[in-house]
């Protein structure tokens, strides 16, 4: 398959560096236009802490609109902590947000804003794929849009078979679509999933190693699907997988275990730039440490 | 439905904007479909979450209409039996009916004579089957586990039916042993379960300790898992003990007369209409009631035990 | 009260393992241990061998002596009316008249009105338990819910007799007669007892049933599933109804089905409130019978022979439906619950 021998020539080279700096030069990179204009979501000085254990401190980081921001680092230092920070999921688990986050000009933390609204603005795929097991395929696709108060069934089949092309899934499912998600393959219904979130039509996709829990074929196929993603939408990917990071990538923030075992944010900058020519030692050491 | 259904699909389907070529076309169908989408969260999300904080009374409504039964129960039983217990309650034996002083002493011997009978058939057998069970896969062991579930759903009135053609009817006469036999019955099935469920749990935990230790299985595993087990067994049996002291059913076919046990003394004396014997009722029901609460916090403090020691 | 909290659900610290679902693994998983599966727990001399196997026999001896003693015993009546008995005529003793109908009718409608009436009680119980209130506020109330279970059906019995049946008498059948379009239903005069205060005290007896297990298979949703919802926008009420109710429906059906077996088999506190007349109601307010509680109410004053057989033919009759009510059961909590499990997330493309 075409995918995997991409995936095969890319991995020959050791170097993330090596990888990111070809990856900017294939097809699918070319069509993109870089800087697409302004900041999607702002953190200033966000610290996430639970009951009296901190999970991550001080970090300041901008997404930039339409482009794929990767958060790499080993697990624990908090990346997913950091994303689920931005559609406000610690609401609900306990956990507390400091500092600020802006989505453009909003202080998603403010008084008067709706969590549920920001939600349908920001969606939200996790790192084992979720499909409602109690829902065939199509209803799966757009309960995001029911929820949010679509229900004209014309609509809602329109928005159902774009966001199923925009995960890649359309030619896949078109003919089963009354089928129970849970026949679909992991890969597929990762994809389901992202057709779910991108249905609501969101600013920004923040994506949890989505691929960790899939084999290197379905992880090719979702690493496609985000570059092509990110013309519409901004992504944030948290990955453990520097080689992803650098092939998917346009910016990427590094975050390591400071030495009080809280884990903070070392370096940020343009993908090709923190894994070739960082200028952090911690980052140079992670880097170069991933692959020796 | 949705109010603005119409500019909807307008929207879906035109998609048209100011720009030239294919590519702006579609950009703009995007922008479009996004300010939808976010006009129709907001529109909408004043609605959904009335309709929410509207279940979600309704459901905690819910809670003192299930709580309110067992509360007015324990209360009247409490203030009604209260004034009817005493000590002369408990150690004197009953008078005929409209004779004052008489207590239940009787029955509450009966009971315990009844019980004491149950248990000594169920508990051991209980146990040797739950054995059976642990050790051995397979048809038998699986056609018995359901015969077991199957038998703890049959109503004790039929277990008292079959203790009447066993015991009753054969020997010709009502007694405590076919009583005993009947609550026996009725309590092994949910023995069987609690043991065998007691050893499995325990077993899981002491094979994934053991082997992680590298412990010597055989002997030492054997004993170490009946001896583990006793605690879940012990909750397991007192639950069912509570139970079958509660039973009225089979003993309506297996005793000669009401006052010889306390569950039916109960219900002899609250269908006749001397508020004295309704008063004896009471007060029985709450020495009942009092033993098997006891009774159940105890099985649930030794399951409380029990966890604790494995987490 | 039949069948109080099941001790073994108190035991396992896993809410997964219900009881039932590790049946057929024999002791513990296959470690690297093939010579634990040929251990005993008890050495292997034929006395044990004996003790184990008698254990096992008697069992089955006791299932299969409850069949027999039923179906003999029942055998006179059944050939004097033959399956007539059934659904002919009345049950009225003192005329030599046999038959189950009425009762059946009676059992039926009971069960149907308790169910009614504990089902949306029970799941608005369980969802505010679950979901509604604070951690610290749940655990006591769910633990007073379930000490209704461990209170002896003849307490219950007499507490609804003394108790609620003259409050029904006087307020409740007043009130319920008076309502618009139910009111049909409960007409005639109010004495008290009643096919409605039996599903009462029915409904009472089940909650605690339908509450526990509805809890567990709530409980039971993933977590996963509800953060899908949540990040989509959901609102709280609608990640309940979207996501953790459907998640849960198997155990809930579980639990209903469970609840009727229970309201079938209940016969003593039904007996002291159901006003023991054999005949179709034709009002909710009316008295009525049940298989239970005529079997509870005739069975001393039968006449031997004929009447006696009847009477247990009619508990043939009551541990037929008992039986079928189980089975409907075994399939719900197994083969929905087997197939649930089979969820896929993860596995490779």
Redesign the interface.
């Known amino acids: 398959m075409k995918e995997a021998d991409d995936v095969t020539n890319l991995v020959t080279d050791l170097s993330p560096g090596r990888v990111a700096s070809e990856a900017r030069t294939s097809a699918e990179r070319a069509a993109h236009e870089p800087g697409g204009g302004g900041t999607a979501v702002t953190l200033e000085n966000v610290s996430i802490t639970f009951g009296n254990h901190v999970a991550v401190r001080s970090v300041t980081l901008q997404l930039p609109a339409r482009q794929v921001t990767a958060l790499v680092g080993p697990s624990g230092c908090g990346k997913t902590s950091v994303l689920r920070a931005i559609n406000r999921l610690h609401d609900h688990m306990g956990g507390v947000v400091h500092g600020s986050v802006r989505l453009g000009d909003l202080d998603i933390y403010g008084p008067g804003v709706?969590p549920?609204?920001l939600r349908?603005?920001i969606g939200m795929v996790f790192q084992r794929p979720n499909p409602f097991p109690t829902m065939n395929i199509f209803d799966n696709v757009v309960s995001g849009?029911r929820?949010?108060?679509?229900?004209?069934r014309?609509?809602l089949r329109?928005?159902a078979e774009m966001a199923l092309h925009n995960a890649a899934l359309w030619d896949i499912v078109k003919d089963r679509l009354h089928q129970s998600a849970l026949r679909l393959s992991g890969g597929q219904q990762q994809r389901l999933c992202i057709a779910r979130a991108l249905a609501?039509?969101p600013?920004v996709l923040l994506m949890d190693e989505p691929c960790s829990a899939l084999d290197p074929v379905a992880t090719a196929k979702i690493e496609d699907l985000i570059t092509n993603l990110s013309r519409?939408v901004t992504i944030a990917l948290v990955t453990h997988n520097m080689f992803q990071a650098a092939r998917v990538s346009d910016h990427a923030a590094v975050f390591l275990l400071g030495e009080d075992r809280v884990g903070e944010l070392v370096e940020v900058g343009p993908t090709e730039q923190v894994f070739e020519t960082p200028q952090d030692p911690r980052t140079r050491a992670y880097v170069t440490g991933h692959v020796g | 439905?949705?109010a603005f259904?119409s500019a909807?699909?307008a929207l879906?389907g035109a998609g048209a904007g100011a720009g030239a070529g294919p590519d702006a076309r579609l950009a703009q169908a995007?922008r479009d479909?996004?300010e939808?989408?976010?006009e129709?969260?907001?529109?909408?999300?004043g609605?959904?979450?009335m309709?929410?904080?509207v279940?979600?009374v309704?459901?905690?409504?819910?809670?003192p209409?299930?709580?309110a039964?067992?509360?007015?129960?324990?209360y009247?039983?409490i203030a009604n039996g209260a004034g009817a217990v005493n000590i002369g309650f408990l150690v004197h034996a009953p008078t005929p009916p409209g004779i004052p002083g008489g207590g239940i002493s009787t029955a509450i011997v009966g009971s315990a004579e009844i019980i004491g009978i149950a248990m000594a058939m169920a508990i051991p057998?209980g146990l040797?089957?739950a054995?059976?069970l642990?050790?051995?896969?397979?048809r038998?062991?699986?056609s018995?586990?359901?015969?077991?579930?199957?038998?703890?759903?049959?109503?004790?009135?039929?277990?008292g039916?079959?203790a009447y053609?066993?015991l009753v009817e054969t020997f010709h006469h009502f007694s405590n042993l076919a009583a005993g036999f009947a609550i026996g019955?009725l309590m092994?099935p949910?023995m069987?379960?609690?043991d065998?469920?007691?050893m499995?749990?325990v077993?899981?935990e002491l094979?994934e300790a053991g082997?992680s230790l590298g412990a010597r299985?055989?002997?030492v595993?054997?004993s170490i898992?009946?001896r583990g087990a006793l605690p879940?067994v012990v909750?397991?049996?007192l639950?069912?003990i509570?139970?079958g002291?509660?039973?009225?059913?089979p003993l309506?076919?297996t005793l000669a007369s009401p006052t010889f046990a306390m569950?039916l003394l109960?219900?002899n004396d609250?269908?006749q209409p001397f508020p004295a014997a309704?008063q004896t009722?009471?007060g029985t029901?709450l020495v009942?009631?009092v033993f098997?609460?006891t009774l159940?916090v105890a099985?649930?403090a030794v399951?409380w035990a029990?966890?604790r020691k494995?987490r | 009260?039949?069948?109080?909290?099941?001790?073994?659900a108190?035991?396992?610290?896993d809410p997964s393992?219900r009881?039932?679902e590790?049946?057929?693994?024999?002791?513990?998983?296959d470690?690297?241990?093939p010579?634990?599966r040929k251990?005993?727990?008890?050495?292997s001399s034929p006395f044990y061998a004996i003790?184990?196997?008698?254990?096992?026999g008697?069992?089955?001896a006791?299932?299969i002596?409850?069949v027999i003693?039923?179906v003999?015993?029942s055998s006179q009546a059944f050939s004097h009316s033959g399956m007539g008995f059934l659904w002919s005529g009345t049950w009225n003793p003192a005329g030599g008249d046999y038959a189950a109908g009425t009762l059946l009718v009676g059992t039926v409608l009971t069960t149907f009105v308790a169910m009614v009436i504990v089902v949306?009680?029970?799941?608005?119980?369980s969802?505010?338990?679950t979901e509604?209130?604070p951690k610290w506020l749940a655990g006591p109330?769910g633990t007073?819910?379930e000490?209704?279970a461990?209170?002896?059906?003849?307490?219950?019995?007499?507490?609804a007799?003394?108790?609620l049946s003259p409050v029904f008498a006087a307020h409740v059948e007043p009130f319920l007669e008076g309502l618009p379009l139910l009111g049909h239903l409960f007409h005639g005069p109010a004495y008290g007892p009643s096919i409605l205060l039996a599903s009462v005290v029915l409904a009472?007896m089940t909650?605690p049933t339908v509450?526990t297990l509805s809890r567990s298979a709530l409980g039971g949703v993933p977590l996963a599933d509800r953060e899908a919802a949540m990040a989509l926008?959901a609102?709280?009420?609608?990640v309940i109804?979207r996501t953790v109710l459907p998640g849960a429906r198997a155990g809930i059906a579980a639990a209903i089905t469970?609840a009727v077996?229970r309201a079938?088999?209940?016969?003593?506190a039904v007996a002291?409130v159901i006003g023991n007349r054999p005949a179709v109601p034709h009002s909710l307010l009316a008295p009525g019978a049940t298989l239970?509680s005529a079997?509870?109410n005739q069975?001393?004053e039968s006449t031997p022979g004929l009447g006696t057989s009847s009477v247990?033919a009619l508990?043939g009759v009551?541990?037929l439906l008992?039986?079928l009510?189980?089975v409907v059961?075994?399939v719900l909590v197994r083969g929905r619950g087997a197939r649930r499990a089979v969820r896929v997330g993860g596995v490779p493309a």
């Open positions: 709706q549920e609204l349908s603005r849009l929820f949010n108060g679509v229900h004209n014309r609509l329109e928005m609501v039509e600013e519409d | 439905m949705s259904s909807e699909t879906a995007a479909r996004r939808l989408m976010r129709s969260a907001r529109r909408s999300l609605r959904r979450r309709t929410g904080r279940m979600q309704i459901c905690l409504i819910a809670l209409v299930g709580l039964p067992v509360v007015a129960l324990v009247t039983t057998i040797f089957i054995l059976f642990f050790e051995r896969r397979g038998i062991a699986a018995i586990r359901f015969s077991a579930d199957v038998m703890s759903g049959v109503p004790s009135i039929i277990i039916i079959f053609s066993v019955v092994l949910i069987v379960r609690a065998e469920e007691a499995r749990t077993a899981l094979w082997v299985r055989s002997r595993a054997r898992v009946l879940g909750a397991g049996n639950l069912a509570a139970r002291v509660g039973e009225t059913a309506l076919f569950t109960i219900f609250a269908t309704q009722a009471w029901a009942l009631l098997v609460l159940s099985a649930r399951a029990l966890n494995a | 009260m039949t069948d109080p909290v099941d001790p073994s108190l035991l396992t610290t393992r009881p039932g590790g049946s057929g693994r024999g002791g513990p998983p470690g690297p241990a010579s634990w251990d005993r727990i008890l050495p003790v184990r196997w008698g254990g096992a008697l069992f089955a006791l299932l002596g409850l003693s039923i003999s015993g949306p009680v029970g799941l608005g119980v969802v505010s338990l509604l209130a109330l007073v819910i000490f209704l461990a209170v002896p059906s003849i307490v219950v019995g007499l507490w007799l003394l108790v009472i909650l509450v926008g609102t709280h009420w609608e109804r469970l077996g079938l088999g209940e016969s003593i002291m239970g079997i509870v069975f001393a247990i508990a009551l541990l008992t039986i009510v189980n059961d075994q």
